[in-house]
Nanobody, 115 residues
């Protein structure tokens, strides 16, 4: 099973920016669609951004125009650039893909937006 390791979370003021990274243990981006999800306390996990194997992207309405998903195939790394952050973006952010073996998740990285 491919391991996913997220990093880049932290505490940021409203209006600030963060870039999350997700490193995969081997090359999968050209095979599988990848996604970023988030889960806030007391809420269900929700899709934030999705990228297909050919690079087509989809965003949740709540983050459109503020977040950008991208990848570096040579580094086996998926990114989530988050700009104009709001307190409601506070959550644990997870990297995800689904293969024939089922869904795979990273351990998550905490993003806290607060003044």
């Amino acid at each position: 099973q491919v391991q996913l390791v997220e990093s880049g979370g932290g505490l940021v003021q409203p209006g600030g920016s963060l870039r999350l990274s997700c490193v995969a243990s081997r090359s999968i981006f050209s095979i599988y669609a990848m996604a970023w999800y988030r889960q806030a306390p007391g809420k269900q996990r929700e899709l934030v951004a999705h990228m297909t194997s050919v690079g087509t992207t989809v965003y949740a309405d709540a983050v459109k125009g503020r977040f950008t998903i991208s990848r570096d195939n040579a580094k086996n790394t998926l990114y989530l650039q988050m700009n104009s952050l709001k307190p409601e973006d506070t959550a644990v952010y997870y990297c995800h893909y689904t293969s024939a073996r089922g869904p795979s998740w990273g351990q998550g990285t905490q993003v806290t937006v607060s003044s």
